[in-house]
């Protein structure tokens, strides 16, 4: 029974700032890659922030410098906090888990067949 669990989304105007928050369970947390994807309208889903196997951070070049991807292992919970929104932040943000692969002793997260959450919507207003 694997939930994840997005929250903290709403509206605001451009510039403000929303914290989303992702509640984990149901699956060894800490042996899965984390991350938030997006996905607007009419469009694709497509990753904003995620860690990789290595710990190492991957941003959207659209949201690097305004968006933090952190994590509380502890907690099973994962966190986007997002700054000077821009309208084109707009999109239902998801929650994804991705499993691990191992080769050679090298590790990477595929991004594929991920556990998702239901997603929380922001809509960023000008």
């Known amino acids: 029974q694997v939930h994840l669990v997005e929250s903290g989304g709403g509206s605001v105007q451009a510039g403000g700032s929303l914290r989303l928050s992702c509640a984990a369970s149901?699956?060894?947390?800490?042996?899965?890659?984390m991350g938030w994807f997006r996905q607007a309208p009419g469009k694709d889903r497509d990753s904003v922030a995620r860690?990789?196997?290595?710990?190492?951070?991957r941003y959207d070049d659209a949201v690097k410098g305004r968006f933090t991807i952190s994590q509380d292992n502890a907690k099973n919970t994962l966190y986007l906090q997002m700054n000077s929104l821009k309208p084109e932040d707009t999109a239902m943000y998801y929650c994804?888990?991705?499993?691990?692969?191992?080769?050679?002793?090298?590790?990477?997260?595929?991004?594929?067949?991920?556990?998702w959450g239901q997603g929380t919507q922001v809509t960023v207003s000008s």
């Open positions: 149901g699956f060894p947390y800490s042996s899965y890659c």
């Open positions: 860690f990789e196997s290595d710990g190492m951070i």
């Open positions: 994804a888990a991705s499993i691990v692969r191992v080769s050679y002793g090298i590790k990477w997260c595929p991004w594929e067949n991920n556990y």
